[in-house]
């Protein structure tokens, strides 16, 4: 064997990145993430800025690669043969309905293991790996995502810069004339364009589902219990001043809830809670793809801007209308707070991210806590805690009640903007 160039540090820090593995932290999420953020920033910081640009155009390659190849149906047909070792012939075999060139497939093949998509075992033969093999069932999170690349998500950035050039470089803050309707050519704005072709929805549906695993458990930063306990008291008070049972009662809304995840981890919680104490609010075409227990949750299509159809329930409500919910001044009742995501400073990888990533897709962004302080007091509410997850760089939940009058709180906090001071987006 050639005697290698490298030192023998450089080749003990070579050997210990390959020795790590998917099994070393395999149940350990959080772990996972951080370690995948840090092997970025490392990459980020030895390559030359030359390389930089290489990543993006070989990512960007790397996935119009796995797109293709979703088309041709081969991870779907390779899946279900079993998922074995195959050669280039029978990955020709797999593809369905249209057989594509044998050059074309052992290039595109070639590209895709070099990233690890795929495995080359062997002159034309190929092994899936734990990615491929996601990409082959249709309905997982993981093929969802990928079609979102297709359907929403790379003509967005790639239009971004016309876009900018074109509204003079000011922050994107109109919901209707976003980047993401411009470039599109039906001129739709994402939520509306998602209701023009199912596939659109599902996609983008599954994909929030994926993105799951970049999220802490509300119900882990936030002690349900007093919340659940409260309710059940003023239920049985209710039902016991009048001498029946008046139902359950409301006791968590989620608007906009998307599949249900936040709803279901406090049904996982307290299983106890009754059918009707939770609603799960979407968008028609997100709410028929919910993933909820139907006999305890309540799902409802309902659009924000309308006005709210649960009564005497709080909640935050886009258009800024606190009565819209009912009752304002509950102070001690915990059914009257209401739960949101603060990004904090210092944010990781993935909040920057989804905050560009918002900006994109619907002039939105993420807030930091002196922004949401400012948004939740002009809205009506006063915070009256923050819990923060235990691991830094995912979501924390904001309490805060319906409250009269003025309060001077959040102010200091830095809730400033560069250029909008009364948060008048949303
Ligand atoms: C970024 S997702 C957040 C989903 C969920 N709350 C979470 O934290 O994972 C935003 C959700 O708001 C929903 N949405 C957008 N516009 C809406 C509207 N006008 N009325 C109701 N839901 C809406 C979307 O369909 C989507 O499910």
Do not use: N
């Given at each position: 064997m050639k005697p290698s160039s490298l030192t023998p540090a450089t080749e003990q820090i070579i050997a210990t990145l390959d020795g790590?593995?998917?099994?070393?932290?395999?149940?350990?999420r959080q772990a996972q993430i951080a370690v995948a953020a840090a092997a970025r920033r490392m990459l980020a910081r030895i390559q030359t800025p030359f390389e930089h640009v290489l990543r993006y155009q070989i990512d960007a390659g790397i996935a119009a690669t796995c797109q293709v190849l979703l088309d041709l149906g081969l991870w779907k047909g390779w899946t279900e043969a079993g998922g074995k070792d195959a050669s280039l012939v029978q990955l020709v075999d797999y593809c369905s309905p249209v057989a594509p060139d044998m050059n074309l497939l052992g290039r595109l093949l070639r590209y895709l293991a070099s990233e690890y998509?795929?495995?080359?075992?062997?002159?034309n033969m190929y092994r899936p790996t734990a990615y491929s093999l996601e990409l082959?069932?249709?309905?997982s999170a993981t093929t969802q995502a990928l079609l979102v690349c297709d359907h929403h998500w790379l003509d967005s950035c790639r239009h971004m810069p016309a876009f900018l050039a074109k509204t003079g470089y000011?922050?994107?803050?109109d919901p209707v004339q976003s980047n993401y309707a411009d470039w599109t050519p039906e001129k739709l704005t994402l939520f509306a364009r998602m209701q023009t072709n199912p596939a659109y929805a599902v996609s983008f549906t599954g994909w929030m589902a994926g993105l799951v695993g970049y999220k802490a458990d509300w119900t882990d930063a936030y002690d349900t219990k007093d919340l659940v306990e409260g309710f059940f008291r003023e239920r049985e008070k209710t039902n016991s001043s009048s001498g029946?049972?008046?139902?359950?009662?409301?006791?968590l809304v989620d608007i906009g809830?998307?599949?249900g995840l936040d709803v279901s981890s406090l049904l996982a919680k307290h299983?106890?809670?009754?059918?009707?104490?939770l609603v799960l609010q979407d968008l028609t075409h997100v709410t028929a793809h919910a993933r909820v227990d139907p006999d305890k949750v309540t799902v409802m299509a309902h659009d924000?801007?309308?006005?709210?159809?649960?009564?005497g329930e709080p909640g935050l409500p886009p258009a800024r209308?606190?009565?819209?919910?009912?009752?304002?001044?509950?102070?001690?009742?915990?059914?009257?707070r209401v739960g949101g995501h603060d990004a904090r400073t210092g944010v990781s990888m993935y909040q920057a991210a989804v905050d560009t990533g918002l900006m994109f897709l619907v002039s939105a962004r993420e807030r930091t806590e002196g922004q949401w302080r400012l948004l939740l007091k002009s809205a009506g509410f006063r915070v009256q805690a923050i819990w923060w997850p235990a691991v830094s760089g995912t979501e924390a939940v904001i309490e805060a009640e319906l409250c009269d009058g003025d309060d001077d709180e959040g102010?200091?906090?830095?809730?400033?903007?560069y250029n909008n001071e009364d948060e008048e987006e949303e």
């Open positions: 790590i593995g998917a099994t070393d932290l395999a149940g350990d998509v795929v495995k080359e075992v062997g002159v082959g069932k249709p309905t000011q922050e994107p803050l029946e049972s008046s139902g359950s009662g409301t006791l809830g998307s599949h299983p106890d809670l009754p059918a009707g104490s924000f801007f309308d006005p709210q159809p649960v009564r209308d606190p009565a819209r919910l009912g009752r304002p001044g509950l102070p001690a009742d915990p059914a009257a102010e200091e906090d830095g809730g400033e903007d």
